[in-house]
């Protein structure tokens, strides 16, 4: 129940694994989440411990690391912003070698991406990105498994992202890049993804030969989608934004309307926390709700198989 060939890595960028690596952790995760829902644990992790670091806020990637790294037999330590302040109070550097004298493994939300990847040049136990501002790859591996779930195989698929061109869809692109699934992205002008991580999935499709679209257009992006996936138009951080970009997205929200020029199969999916009446309807959130809180369920699983395999 773990990917050995994977053991003592991190999991900070989706493009350090090759496709199989990917594919395969997805399948552990359907295993994992087989093997384990309801009261069943393994011990997998037994007599290890996961510290949490978190600088923004969380429900799921708290909880669902946190539940999830139990259910492997592993105990868990949750350390917040004010607590530590990563790289204020010491150095990033000096920080990474304790935790790396106490702990097995740690998971780090933050801001700078950059911040994660020198934590783990100085760590010598795996790390895990659980969200920066330029990506967020464990939500897209439970997105993966939940779209792998509903459809069998990614085979012939696409799956569009409408919305800000945020850290999510950064990982999108290079997620469904790897798992040779076609993917679109509909942003304003100005709020594209980031133009190197599009250069990366770029790059992985050469390989995977799946499409890779950003468009304006939000009904020419969904047309023919089997998956259409929104996120918030104002991420974590970008608060003093809300009502200029309130006013700049408006016309990207996945309606009743839009939903209709996409595959007749078509599911929605939202990473959440949603925001009904921004960039979701009330409507077609409650119309998808068992694929959405399917996905939410599947961050728990995706990341057990992630944890077993680099701390196991
Ligand atoms: N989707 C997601 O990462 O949720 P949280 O911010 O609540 O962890
Ligand atoms: N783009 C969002 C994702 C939340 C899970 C943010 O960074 O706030």
Known sequence: MTLNKLKG?????????????????????????KKTKGNKNLDILKGKNLVMYFAKPSLRTRLSFEIGAKKLGA?????????????????????????????????????????????AEYASIPVVNALTDLSHPCQIMADLMTIKEKFGSFKGLKVTY???????????????????????????????????????AEHISGETKNKIEILTDPY???????????????????????????????????????????????????????????????????KNAEHIFNQAENRMYAQMAILASIMG
């Open 75 to 119: 105990d868990t330590s949750v350390i917040k912003q004010d607590e530590i302040i990563l790289g204020k109070r010491e150095s990033i550097e000096d920080t990474a070698r304790v935790i790396s004298k106490y702990a097995d493994g740690i998971t780090i939300r933050t801001f700078e991406h950059s911040d994660v990847e020198l934590f």
């Open 220 to 286: 020419e992006a969904v047309s023919g989608a089997n998956v259409i996936y929104g996120d918030v138009w104002t991420s974590m951080g970008q608060e003093a934004e809300y009502e200029t970009r309130k006013e700049i997205f408006k016309g990207y929200q996945i309606n009743e309307k839009l939903t209709a020029n996409a595959a007749k199969d078509h599911i929605v999916l939202h990473c959440l926390p949603a925001h009904k009446g921004e960039e979701i309807t009330a409507e077609t959130f409650e």
């Open 9 to 33: 890595k991190d999991f900070i960028n989706l493009e350090d694994f090759n496709s199989s690596e990917i594919l395969e952790l997805i399948d552990l995760g359907i295993k994992l989440k």
């Open 162 to 200: 409408v919305g800000d061109g945020n850290n999510v869809t950064n990982s999108l692109l290079k997620g469904a890049s790897l798992v040779g699934m076609d993917v679109c992205a509909a942003c304003p002008n100005g709020y594209e993804p980031d133009s190197n991580q599009i250069k990366i």
